[in-house]
Structure formats: C-alpha cells, structure tokens
C-alpha cells in the first residue's frame, strides 16, 4: 500500500455523499420483531434471500411467542430457502423462548444480554442495537466491512471480531452505527470482494488499495 489509511473523518464523509447521511439496512422489516428474527436469520445468506423467505415468514410468525411454540419441523420447512436453516430454525425457536422467559417478552437492549440469546453472535447484537435501539455498542462487521476495512488499511485481520476492534479505535463513537452501513454500500457498490472497481469509487482519491494513479 502506497498511502497510509486515510482519516476516518475523510472517509466518513465522502461516504455520506454518497450513500447517504444514515443508511440502513436492507433486510426488511416493519417492527424490532421482525428486525430480530431477519438478523438472525441473515447470516451466510444475501439480504435478497433472506428477505424473500421473511416475506412469507412474518405473514405466518407475528410475535415471539409464534416462534417459541412453533413445531420445529414446520419453522424449519418455512425457512428452507436459507442456508443452515436447521440450525437457524433451532437458534430462533429457543432465542424466542428465552425472550418471553427470561427477558419478559422484550428484546433485551445491552449487548451481553444479546449474546446470551441462541444464535446471537456480536454481529448480530451490534445490528439489533444500531438498528432497533439506536445504540452504538461495537461494529457490525460482515464480510463487505472486512473487505472494505482491510483495502482502507483500518485492519490486517481476518476474524470479525478483530476487525471490529480496530475499527472501533480508528472511527468516532458517534458513527459506530453508520459505519458499518456506508461500508456495506461500498462493498455491494464498487469495493466488491470479487473485483474492486475503484475508477468510480468515491474514495479512489485516498484509498491506499486504489488502482488509480
Ligand atoms: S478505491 Fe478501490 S480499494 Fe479503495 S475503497 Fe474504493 S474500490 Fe475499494
């Protein structure tokens, strides 16, 4: 890498032109409910996916207690269109339960309570906080955020859970939230895994992965 990473501030800010000053996520949804069980249900599927199979799902599945009861050979049938759906089908039966049984039915709001959910890793916990309580704890980092942190020099890890804390250490605590959002639309837009388009990226001025002289 030629230049050194450049200013988060700079970063943010180009972004923000172009993506917009907060975007959100793209897994749909119309309550924190629905929020919850689309996260969860998200991860190794593209929003696409995930959001074609909770179309169906939240017509079904109103509340936690829907999903606590459910047989779970019939929750797994509703979300085979998902990678790992047994699994998944598993983990959000029992979250749903531990909701209604521990945390009185409401989604808890702290990021340790979060975790203590099944299937509820940090990147999870981070979207519903961000999303659902606008509560900035950490850094949702899928791999769209890798990608784009590694080019931008704000990390040389790997592991999610790394990438978060350099991140947290180099981007201000007031865009905790919308980092992960502006590098998300990065990643889908120009900063693909893939293939890196950087001629018409808006940070091609000060990325110190930019192809362009
Ligand atoms: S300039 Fe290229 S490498 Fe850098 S963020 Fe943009 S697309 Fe990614």
Redesign the pocket.
């Known amino acids: 890498m030629s230049r050194p990473a450049p200013s988060a501030l700079k970063v943010l800010r180009l972004l923000k032109s172009k993506y917009g000053s907060d975007p959100r996520t793209q897994l749909s949804h119309k309550n924190k409910t629905e929020l919850f069980v689309a996260v969860l249900l998200s991860p190794q599927c593209t929003d696409k996916q995930t959001n074609k199979v909770t179309s169906a799902l939240f017509k079904k599945y109103k509340t936690f207690n829907d999903y606590a009861v459910a047989d779970i050979k019939k929750l797994s049938a509703d979300i085979s269109g998902l990678n790992y759906y047994k699994t998944k089908a598993r983990n959000l039966k029992a979250a749903a339960q531990m909701i209604n049984q521990r945390f009185n039915g409401k989604i808890p709001r702290t990021m340790k309570e979060l975790m203590e959910l099944p299937g509820v890793g940090r990147k999870v916990a981070n979207v519903m906080l961000n999303e659902g309580f606008g509560i900035d704890e950490g850094i949702a980092v899928d791999t769209h955020c890798a990608v784009?942190s590694r080019?931008?020099g704000y990390s040389r890890h790997k592991d999610p859970k790394k990438i978060e804390q350099d991140l947290l250490k180099k981007m201000p605590k007031s865009a905790w939230g919308v980092t992960s959002n502006l590098f998300i639309e990065?990643g889908r837009d120009?900063?693909k895994a893939a293939k890196?388009?950087?001629p018409r990226?808006?940070?091609?001025g000060i990325?110190p992965?930019?192809?362009?002289k």
């Open positions: 784009v080019r931008l990065l120009t900063c890196k388009e950087c990226c808006v940070l091609q990325c992965s930019s192809t362009v």
